[in-house]
Nanobody
Framework: QVQLVESGGGSVQAGGSLRLSCVVSRRMFSINAMGWYRQAPGRQRELVASMSNGGRKNYADSVKGRFTISRDSGMNTVDLQMNSLKIEDTAVYYC???????????????WGQGTQVTVSS
C-alpha cells in the first residue's frame, strides 16, 4: 500500500513563508511525477506544482516566482517552498504521485491526506 505522508502546513500571515514536505511510505518501482495540488472551499482541486522524473518542473501561473518545488529522488520525497504567501493561497494542499509499485503493473495516481494552509491578513 502506498501512502503519502505530508507535513508542514499551518497558519501564516500574508507575505510569510511555509514549507510543505511529502514522503512516500514505500519504495516505488517507478515514479513519473510528484507534485502538489490544492483545493480551496467551493473550488476544484488544482495543480500547484509538479516535477517529472526527468526534473522538468511545472507551476501554476498564480504561484510562479513565489513557490519552488524540489525532489529528493533517493528518499522519495517532494517539498514545496512557499514564499510571499497570499490570502488566496489558503487551501488544503495535497501531495500527488504518479507511478508504479512494480514492473508490469499500471501506473496509478496516489494522494496524500491533505494539509491545511491558511494565510491571513
Amino acid at each position: 500500500q502506498v501512502q503519502l505522508v505530508e507535513s508542514g502546513g499551518g497558519s501564516v500571515q500574508a507575505g510569510g513563508s511555509l514549507r510543505l514536505s511529502c514522503v512516500v511510505s514505500r519504495r516505488m518501482f517507478s515514479i513519473n511525477a510528484m507534485g502538489w495540488y490544492r483545493q480551496a472551499p467551493g473550488r476544484q482541486r488544482e495543480l500547484v506544482a509538479s516535477m517529472s522524473n526527468g526534473g522538468r518542473k511545472n507551476y501554476a501561473d498564480s504561484v510562479k516566482g513565489r513557490f519552488t518545488i524540489s525532489r529528493d529522488s533517493g528518499m522519495n520525497t517532494v517539498d514545496l517552498q512557499m514564499n510571499s504567501l497570499k490570502i488566496e493561497d489558503t487551501a488544503v494542499y495535497y501531495c500527488h504521485l504518479d507511478g508504479q509499485t512494480a514492473w508490469g503493473l499500471p501506473t496509478f495516481d496516489y494522494w496524500g491526506q491533505g494539509t491545511q494552509v491558511t494565510v491571513s491578513s
